[in-house]
């Protein structure tokens, strides 16, 4: 589907889960703004822009996934609470979603319930805050 027919934010959302999930990085990257940025509190990283983000997301050791559970869109703000398989393990967690006067999501913030200190070699795409 392109981009220009997913104006409404629930199916905007709908959409990135779904292409993260198949690994299409190609429509994962139309959905975000160029200048997306993306935010871990659990690491305290911060990823700035498109490229590093998707990379980010490309590069993620392991076999992943989100199920989601529930998704509530409101306006160009949304959240989802998802069940994020990884490696055989399951965690859930909630993930907000703010949109652009595009369309395009132009910031995420991660939300998992267990603190951790980041996998090594994503040193590239991060700033640590």
């Known amino acids: 589907m392109a981009f220009e027919a997913m104006r409404d934010t629930r199916q905007t959302i709908t959409a990135y889960w779904a292409s993260a999930n198949a690994r299409d990085w190609n ?58 398989l990884l490696n055989g393990g399951e965690e859930t967690g909630l993930c907000f979603f703010d949109l652009d006067d595009e369309g395009r999501i132009a910031r995420i913030t991660d939300f998992w319930p267990t603190g951790y200190e980041p996998p090594a070699g994503r040193e590239h795409l991060v700033e640590r805050y």
Not at 43 to 61: I, K, M, Q
């Open 27 to 84: 429509a994962f990257a139309d959905l975000v703004a160029e200048d997306v940025v993306y935010e871990l509190p659990q690491t305290r990283e911060r990823v700035r822009g498109r490229s590093a983000f998707v990379r980010f997301n490309a590069e993620y050791p392991g076999e992943w996934r989100v199920e989601v559970e529930r998704l509530v869109a409101d306006g160009q703000h949304a959240a989802t609470w998802g069940r994020s």
